[in-house]
């Protein structure tokens, strides 16, 4: 069983402060999800990626497959970054792959 | 474009009742339909999936069942509700490879009393 390690569990910033969050799993895998779940629940999928290093916006998350380790980073936070972020490997379980969840890390971005 | 449905977004149902959660995807077809739940102060856990009409995988031993009677359709049912049921219950659907990005639902979110 793939075991998901987020840090830290919860982060408060000020405003435009730089954020990372960190995911480490105990098991390969193909690819990972960066997920965003606002305070009402809905749950959107941010990145998801295999390798490297991806960017949209403000934010950033990298990957090392062979550390298995990814990292969010968030650039000039806002207040509306506040969310948790869940880091979600793809974990391959006998022959199918499925998404394996971490607690999540509550980020608060203060003005 | 792709989109996905969820209904209701809020139920408050008594011990014993039946339950009915339906997921509608469009835009795709043959899409792996996925049914999680997050518990109260706890993470998300994948209840069920899918990968075609009728196939249903269930992941964790519960009080709970899926349908896929459409393609595009994923239904989370239960015959009698336990307290432990209450949860927010998310629908997702990825393209037919299981290592393809999962888009979620707006989620439904069930309180047994």
């Known amino acids: 069983k793939n075991e998901v390690e987020q840090s830290p569990q919860n982060l408060t910033a000020q405003e435009g402060e730089f954020i990372t969050i960190n995911c480490s799993y105990s098991?390969?895998?193909?690819?990972l999800h960066w997920l965003q779940q606002h305070p009402g629940g809905g749950i959107v999928s941010l990145f998801m990626?295999?390798?490297g290093k991806k960017k949209h916006g403000r934010l950033i998350a990298t990957i090392n497959i062979q550390e298995k380790h990814s990292s969010l980073h968030i650039t000039a936070s806002h207040p509306r970054d506040s969310a948790v972020y869940i880091c979600?490997?793809?974990?391959?379980?006998?022959?199918?792959?499925?998404?394996?969840f971490g607690k999540g890390t509550k980020l608060t971005v203060n003005p | 474009s792709q989109t996905i449905h969820q209904w209701p977004a809020t139920l408050v149902q008594p011990v014993g009742s039946p339950l009915s959660l339906e997921c509608t995807v469009e835009?795709?077809?043959?899409?792996?339909l996925y049914w999680y739940r997050q518990a109260a102060g706890r993470g998300l856990q994948l209840l069920f999936y899918?990968?075609?009409?009728?196939?249903i995988s269930s992941e964790v031993p519960q009080n709970l069942s899926a349908s896929r009677p459409q393609d595009r359709q994923f239904i989370l049912s239960s015959k009698k509700l336990l307290l432990s049921d209450s949860g927010f219950y998310l629908c997702?659907?990825?393209?037919?490879?299981?290592?393809?990005?999962?888009?979620f639902g707006p989620g439904t979110r069930l309180t047994v009393l």
């Open positions: 835009g795709t077809s043959n899409p792996n």
């Open positions: 098991v390969g895998i193909s690819a």
């Open positions: 990626l295999s390798s």
């Open positions: 899918s990968v075609g009409i009728g196939q």
């Open positions: 979600a490997p793809l974990d391959p379980q006998g022959g199918s792959e499925k998404l394996v």
């Open positions: 997702a659907f990825s393209g037919t490879s299981g290592a393809d990005e999962q888009f």
